[in-house]
């Protein structure tokens, strides 16, 4: 299968590329803004990863952010539907409130508390209105990049103390562990319009930072909870992603941890 992967310089969608045969395009090769040039690379199935992910950026420039993860979400959405191309879309926990006290279903309703959670919102309205299916996904980690994970390890490599909110509540997902899942619902015949892909189990960032902490040897008393979460945009207390839909595909989400180990170690 022909597949396709736009945004391919960043944190997932670098990693689908690395994958073999699957085709990955940077923003430079393709604009989800401007997706005329698609059907050169004839795909069968295209998963976009491009996005304005950045959540504290989208806070300061909504306009911006709803450029990208709406009308462009939207716009490459059409493109496939032309071209007869499957679309996976890939969106976040953030289109949730977090206000739940049970994992979130993937038709519960959604109700985003920041720019960057309302423009991936309307992004997933265009592309479920184009006939594409949503994977939303959470807490993202890999080597290298800009994430939590990657904060944590840089603070306790440096001496410093890390901050971290028991108060926030989610799911970490090893990008490996998202990229397999990907492939896997990439090769079924029919997906659901909208499914869940995180790691598991549940985690607070609090206990993350302490899974890192322990991993790389460093003591626990230099992890610290803190009241909020750090960052200019409001951030989701609880978004932790239901994954019944997911299992019942037989895609069984992978320890959080097995990941974490091979980043770090
Ligand atoms: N990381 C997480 O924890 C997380 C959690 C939940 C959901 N997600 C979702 O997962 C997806 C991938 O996120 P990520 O962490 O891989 O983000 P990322 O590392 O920021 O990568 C996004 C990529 O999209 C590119 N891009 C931006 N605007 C574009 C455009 N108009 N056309 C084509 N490419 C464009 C960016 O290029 P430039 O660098 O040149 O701008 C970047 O390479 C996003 O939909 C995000 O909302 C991520």
Redesign the pocket.
Known sequence: MRIVV??????????LARREGVVG????Q????EPSGLGTYDPELVI???????VDAAEADPEAAF???AR??GA?ARRCAELGARLI??????VFDGRATRPYGEHDPINPINA?GRS?AE?ERLVREAGGTIV??????GAG????VSQVLARLAAGEEVRAASSQQGCP?F?EDLVDALLALARLPMLPPILHVVGDPPTTRLDQARAIAELVGASPERIFDTPAPTGAAPRPAYCVLGTTALRALGITPRPWRDGLARVVT
């Open positions: 736009t945004g391919a310089g960043g944190l997932v969608g670098s990693a395009l940077s923003r430079a393709l604009d989800i803004r976009n990863c491009a996005a304005q992910a950045n450029e990208i993860n462009g979400a490459l879309h890939l969106s976040t926990d953030y960057y991936k992004g939303r996904t959470s807490w993202v980690f990049g800009r994430g939590f997902t990008v």
